[in-house]
């Protein structure tokens, strides 16, 4: 927790609750931002104002926008954990790039975890959730300007515009999820549940998962939470991420291949499967024209 220096602790937020001060993070040379740590609704939570304003977005269109989110498969009791160490090495990977790109007004952050002092039930293998940030052109339909204080208290007005740009690349999330899991593992963090993900999930890792969870039609007409048997993307829509970069995320952190080795082995099977195809019609080839 070196670069927070626990300013985003989620122990310390639950004892703390009502006396959280925001926090202004220097990601680049340029650009500080604005990070909220808030207890509500039987979450810990994290966000940026933009990211708060992403999610108000999605509730004035039923909840229909594009949420996908990485979900982490923990016991209860090692939450304060895995979110201290999701938010951290977040942040790390930021800044680590931030420095090369083009950010104005604001960057999306958000993620939660269960309260565990007030939770009793909770969706097994989404104790915390990193949400992806998805451009969608909704998001600029009505754009919101609000006036929001810096460092020193002054009001700045500011108007939010969602960007395709803004996009984190797949490289991005691929050492993230890789500096995440492998420090789960460094500290032995107990799974949920054991040798799978949370039921209606797509599976990336030992502990990371994929779901998007926009809100699809029910019964009687209305939009509601996909239910589990809708699966990981009840509405279909565009995945951030391909296929294969979902098997490259996933031979990464379950088969610990290098970028390099994966698209080797890749190449190999396809090799393999040419040469099976190649095989086949040539003895059909044969065969006819005997």
Known sequence: MNILDNRFDYTYAINHRLEIPNQFIQINSKKKIRIELLVTNGFVKIYTFKGRIYHIKQNIDNHTLPDWKFHFNVKPEEIPKAFNIVIDTLLKHIIKTAENEDILEDIFISMKAYNINLCKEMQEGREVTLYIYTFDKRLNEEPVEIDIDDENGNLNKIKYVF????????????DLLIDIENQF????????????????????????????????KGKNGGYIYPPNN???NSLKQKMPFNWIEIFKIRYALVYKYEPKKFYLVFL???????????????????????
């Open 163 to 174: 960007r395709k740009d803004e996009e984190k690349k797949i490289e991005f999330y691929y």
């Open 185 to 216: 593992k460094k500290i032995k963090l107990k799974k949920r549940i054991e040798n799978s993900a949370a039921d209606g999930d797509l599976w990336l890792g030992e502990y990371a998962s994929l779901r998007n969870e926009a809100y699809c």
């Open 230 to 232: 809708r699966g990981w």
């Open 268 to 290: 190999i099977i396809i090799v393999f499967i040419i040469s099976i195809v190649y095989f086949i019609f040539n003895m059909f080839y044969k065969y006819y024209n005997h």
